[in-house]
C-alpha cells in the first residue's frame, strides 16, 4: 500500500491528492474517482449538492482523499439539501452554508438545524414547503403542507449547557478511573452533580473496596453498589441500573446514563464487567430552547403549531421530553406537538435521522396537528435513514470508515 505524491492523482495509490493549480471540477474529478464502487446512487446528488452551494466557485474540498471511500463532510452536508432542490425559498440558507463551507468553516448550527429540519419532514412525506421570509413582526421558520393540510414550524437547537457539560465531563472521569481498577464485578455509581475532591476519592475508594451485594453512600450527592452481573452477554441494558436511591431526584431533573466495559480477553465469551453511571442535569438545561419558542409565540394562531427541536447536544432526550413535554403542554395551548430531531447522523453505512413526534393532547389545545401529518410519520418516534453503498459497508484496509457521528 503505497502514498501518492502530493502532485498525484493515480486512483491506484490508496491516497490520492490533487494539484495545485487544479480547477474545481478537477478537484471534484479526483474526488468521484475515489468513492467505492459499491456507492448508492444517493451519494452523487449529495456531492452534486454541495458542489452547487453559491459562493464555492473558488473552492476546493480539503484532500486527501482515500481511494474506494467516501468524503464524509461532502456526502454529509449535502445529504439534507437533496430533499430540498425543489424548494427555491432555502437559497438564503444555501448562500449561507456556501460562505462558511467556502470560508472552511462549518455551517452555521442555527442554519443546519432549520435545513436538517426541513429535510426530516419532506422525507417523511411532506408535499410541500416554504422558507418564511423574515419580517419584522413574528413569524414561523416554515409553512409546510401535508396533503391539503397546513402546518407552522419553528426551528430550534437545543444547545449543552455548561452545567450538563460538567456533569458529563464528570461521570466520564469517574467511569475511566473505575474501569482502570479492573473490577471483576459491576458497579453501579448514582451521582447528583460533579462531586468535590473529597466525594470523588470516597467514589473511587468504594469502589476498589466493595463486594457484590454492598453499598456505599452520602445520601443526595452519591452511592456506589457492587453487584454480579447478571447479563448473558456484552452488552447494555441501561434497566439495569433503575433501582435508584430513595433521595434521587425525581422531578425538575433530566436522569443520564452511561456504560464502560471491557471487551475482548481470551474468554471471547465471558461476560465482562460494566461501570454503569447515572447522573443528572437540571430540567432547564433541557428545556430552554422549546420553552422559549413556546412563550415567544411566531405562529399565526389560524392553523397547528410545531416546534422542531434539534437535541443532538443533548444525551437521552427522546425519553426526557416525552416524560416532561405533557405537563408543559397544558400551557402550551398553541403548541400543537414538538419534534425531536438527532441528525443527519451517520448510522453505519446509512445516514439519516432518528426523531420522535409528541403531540400536544392537552385538551386546551388551539389546533391538533393534521391527520395527514400523523398518518405520515406512521409512529410517534422512529428512524429515517439511506444507506450509502450496497455492500453493507465501506471497507478499506479491513475496516469500516464510516462511524456514527453524535
Known amino acids: 500500500m503505497t502514498m501518492a505524491s502530493g502532485t498525484g492523482t493515480s486512483v491506484n495509490n490508496w491516497v490520492i491528492k490533487g494539484r495545485k493549480g487544479m480547477s474545481q471540477h478537477e478537484h471534484w474529478a479526483v474526488i468521484r474517482s475515489c468513492l467505492p464502487a459499491e456507492r448508492t446512487p444517493l451519494v452523487e446528488p449529495c456531492l452534486q449538492a454541495v458542489a452547487e452551494l453559491p459562493g464555492l466557485a473558488e473552492w476546493a474540498p480539503p484532500g486527501p482523499f482515500l481511494e474506494g471511500s467516501l468524503p464524509q463532510n461532502l456526502v454529509y452536508w449535502g445529504f439534507p439539501l437533496t430533499f430540498l432542490a425543489d424548494v427555491p425559498s432555502l437559497n438564503p440558507l444555501r448562500k449561507r452554508m456556501g460562505a462558511r463551507i467556502g ?33 419584522s413582526n413574528l413569524t414561523p421558520d416554515f409553512r409546510v403542507w401535508w396533503g391539503s393540510d397546513l402546518v407552522e414550524m419553528e426551528v430550534t437547537r437545543a444547545d449543552r449547557k455548561e452545567s450538563l457539560i460538567r456533569r458529563t465531563h464528570a461521570q466520564s472521569r469517574i467511569n475511566e478511573e473505575i474501569r482502570s481498577l479492573g473490577p471483576h464485578w459491576d458497579i453501579v455509581v448514582h451521582m447528583i452533580d460533579t462531586l468535590c475532591e473529597n466525594d470523588y476519592q470516597q467514589v473511587l475508594r468504594s469502589a476498589r473496596e466493595l463486594r457484590p451485594g454492598e453499598i456505599r453512600e452520602d445520601p443526595g450527592r452519591w452511592r456506589v453498589r457492587a453487584e454480579t ?39 471471547q465469551d465471558q461476560v465482562q464487567p460494566q461501570v454503569r453511571i447515572q447522573y443528572s442535569t437540571p430540567v432547564h438545561a433541557y428545556m430552554n430552547s422549546a420553552t422559549r419558542k413556546a412563550e415567544h409565540f411566531q405562529g399565526s394562531g389560524d392553523v397547528p403549531f410545531l416546534i422542531a427541536v434539534d437535541v443532538m ?19 402550551w395551548p398553541r403548541v400543537s406537538g414538538v419534534l425531536l430531531t438527532h441528525g443527519p447522523a ?46 453493507g459497508g465501506i471497507m478499506l484496509g479491513g475496516c469500516f470508515i464510516l462511524q456514527r457521528v453524535s
Not at 235 to 261: C, H, K, M, T
Not at 363 to 390: I, N, Q, Y
Open 346 to 391: 451517520f448510522i453505519g453505512n446509512r445516514l439519516g435521522w432518528e426523531w420522535s413526534l409528541i403531540q400536544n393532547e392537552n385538551r386546551d389545545c388551539r389546533h391538533r396537528l393534521p391527520e395527514s401529518m400523523v398518518s405520515g410519520f406512521g409512529a410517534a418516534a422512529g428512524t429515517k435513514a439511506f444507506e450509502l453503498t450496497t455492500n
Open 229 to 267: 452481573p447478571c447479563r448473558a452477554g456484552n452488552y447494555v441494558e441501561g434497566g439495569l441500573s433503575n433501582a435508584a436511591p430513595d433521595w434521587w431526584p425525581r422531578e425538575d431533573a433530566a436522569r443520564l446514563f452511561s456504560v464502560g466495559s471491557r471487551f475482548g480477553g481470551q474468554a
Open 313 to 331: 447536544a443533548l444525551p437521552g432526550a427522546f425519553e426526557f421530553f416525552a416524560r416532561e413535554l405533557p405537563e408543559y403542554f397544558a400551557a
Open 103 to 135: 470560508n472552511d468553516q462549518w455551517p452555521e448550527p442555527s442554519d443546519w438545524a432549520e435545513v436538517s429540519a426541513a429535510a426530516l419532514v419532506r422525507a417523511l412525506g411532506a408535499r410541500e414547503l416554504l422558507r418564511v421570509y423574515e419580517q
